[in-house]
């Protein structure tokens, strides 16, 4: 079946360290979205790329960088910048639209981050 | 630019209605709907195209009024799966499909 992976589902990360969250899908989708959501708060954009070998920053991309050299992967990696990385990851995809202009987003499943 | 959401947040017996609402202060193209469970990704609902018809899905249904540029989601005779946070997405048309989320709004249900 056709989906996106994403990879740890839990994450814990020192002080000072960078971590990559990983990202999959085999849907054949263009677009890919990483996104951040806070305890009780709607979805924040962070990078999204419409096509391999380019991406773009979204609403809160400092402390952020990712690389989409396959169409399949966008990992995100959280660097040591962003001082306050604690929070629910989401990854997302989606195709362009088809003939009756109809799409919509595929979401995996989620990495939860948390500062140690 | 983000869409509004109303309510934040609505508590409903098993079986009772409820309405969800999503404006927009910009033209769309596209209202998104999906429904997200704790600890769970998003899932899609449905989308409403302008100049498209209205949407049903069991017993959810959705609208969008093009001249206001609101979305509303009807829930009927509620169930307890659904149970969840609503989001709505907005697109305002271009080359990049990219939708720009509202906060959303919590549901819960009791038996």
């Known amino acids: 079946d056709g989906g996106i992976t994403q990879s740890p589902k839990y994450l814990f990360r020192k002080e000072g360290q960078n971590v990559t969250l990983s990202c999959e899908q085999n849907l054949n989708h263009d677009a890919m979205y990483w996104y951040r959501q806070d305890p009780g708060q709607g979805l924040r954009l962070i990078y999204y790329?419409?096509?391999?070998?380019?991406?773009q920053k979204g609403d809160i991309a400092e402390g952020y960088s990712v690389s989409r050299e396959k169409k399949e992967s966008f990992p995100l990696t959280v660097t040591s910048a962003q001082k306050n990385p604690t929070a629910f990851y989401l990854c997302?995809?989606?195709?362009?639209?088809?003939?009756?202009?109809?799409?919509?987003?595929?979401f995996g499943s989620g990495t939860r981050l948390t500062v140690v | 630019q983000q869409p509004v959401q109303s309510p934040q947040a609505v508590i409903l017996r098993e079986g009772e209605d409820a309405v969800i609402n999503c404006s927009s202060s910009k033209a769309l193209y596209s209202v998104h709907w999906y429904r997200q469970k704790h600890g769970e990704a998003p899932v899609f609902l449905m989308i409403?195209?302008?100049g498209g018809e209205q949407k049903g899905h069991e017993k959810i249904s959705a609208s969008f009024n093009e001249k206001k540029q609101q979305s509303s989601l009807y829930l009927t005779a509620s169930q307890l799966s659904y149970s969840g946070t609503y989001f709505c997405?907005?697109?305002?048309?271009?080359?990049?499909?990219?939708?720009?989320w509202g906060a959303g709004t919590k549901l819960i249900i009791k038996p």
């Open positions: 790329s419409q096509i391999v070998n380019d991406f």
């Open positions: 997405g907005t697109d305002q048309g271009g080359s990049n499909y990219q939708l720009i």
């Open positions: 997302a995809s989606s195709s362009r639209p088809g003939q009756g202009g109809e799409y919509g987003y595929t």
């Open positions: 409403l195209l302008k």
